[in-house]
C-alpha cells in the first residue's frame, strides 16, 4: 500500500530532504508502516478512501482486506455512534464546524468495538471552495476511554447513593417527629419499624417491641379482620 508523500506537511519535508518523488513516497509509506495512528486519505471526487496498515492493524483486520471506499468506515462504525459521527462529518464538510475531531467506536476484527479519536482536515478544495480532499487518522484510546466511562458510572453510583441517603434522612426525620404512631411490619407480622408515638401509645420500649409480632398487638377482636385484609393485600396489592 503506498500513500502519496503529499501526507506530509512542509515541515517534514524540510526535516527530510529527498532528491526525487520516488524516495520521498518511500520514506513517508515507512513511517506510516510503524506509527500506531490508523492513517485515512480521502478523494472525494472518486470517493477512492486510502487506508495506512497501521488502520488495518488497530482494528484486527487483514491489510487491504476492505473496499477503498467511505462505506468501509461508515460499515464498522457502532450502531450507536454512527448518528452524531455522521452529522459532525457533514458539518465539517460544510463549513458548520471549524474542526473535525470525534471519538466513537469502530468494529474490531473479533466482532467487539474499540474507541477511537478520529482527527482530520480538509488539505485540498475545489475551485468553488467544495473539499477535494480530506486527511486524518484513528488512535486507539480503547483503555483510557473505558477508565473514563468506569470513573463516569462510579461518579453516578456515588451521586445516586448520596440522594438516596438524603432522602432516607429525610423520611427518618418526618417518622421519628410524626405525632401519630407509625409501625412497619413484614408479611408474616413481624414489627420492623417504629416511631416513639408508636411506642408511647402501646407502652413498650424500642428492644421489646422488636420481640413481639403484629398479631401480639392485636386486639382479639381484631385479628379476624385483620386477617382478611393481609389476605387482600397478598392477592390485589392493597390493604383496605
Known amino acids: 500500500m503506498e500513500l502519496s508523500a503529499s501526507l506530509m506537511t512542509s515541515n517534514i519535508h524540510q526535516t527530510y530532504q529527498h532528491a526525487h518523488r520516488q524516495a520521498a513516497d518511500q520514506t513517508l509509506n515507512s513511517i506510516l508502516d510503524v506509527i500506531t495512528e490508523g492513517v485515512w486519505d480521502w478523494e472525494v471526487s472518486t470517493g477512492k478512501v486510502t487506508r495506512s496498515p497501521a488502520w488495518y492493524r488497530m482494528l484486527g483486520y487483514d491489510i487491504g482486506s476492505f473496499s477503498e471506499d467511505v462505506f468501509t468506515w461508515e460499515n464498522i462504525i457502532h450502531p450507536e455512534d454512527y448518528p452524531k459521527v455522521m452529522q459532525h462529518f457533514e458539518q465539517y464538510l460544510q463549513g458548520k464546524s471549524a474542526k473535525y475531531d470525534i471519538e466513537y467506536r469502530c468494529k474490531h476484527a473479533q466482532g467487539n468495538y474499540l474507541w477511537v479519536a478520529d482527527k482530520a482536515k480538509i488539505v485540498e478544495c475545489h475551485a468553488d471552495g467544495s473539499p477535494a480532499r480530506m486527511i486524518g487518522a484513528h488512535h486507539n484510546i480503547d483503555q483510557q476511554k473505558r477508565n473514563q466511562l468506569a470513573l463516569e458510572a462510579q461518579n453516578k453510583l456515588l451521586d445516586e447513593k448520596a440522594l438516596l441517603d438524603e432522602k432516607e ?58 386477617a382478611f385484609q393481609l389476605q387482600s393485600l397478598n392477592e390485589k396489592g392493597r390493604y383496605g
Not at 184 to 201: F, H, R, S, T, W
Not at 202 to 209: N, R
Not at 215 to 224: N, R, V
Open 169 to 226: 434522612h429525610k423520611y427518618r426525620a418526618m417518622f421519628e417527629s410524626a405525632l401519630v404512631g407509625v409501625a412497619l411490619n413484614n408479611k408474616e407480622g413481624k414489627l420492623i419499624e417504629v416511631n416513639q408515638a408508636y411506642l408511647d401509645i402501646i407502652g413498650y420500649t424500642h428492644d421489646e417491641v422488636y420481640q413481639l409480632t403484629y398479631w401480639d398487638i392485636t386486639p382479639e377482636q381484631y385479628k379476624d379482620a385483620e
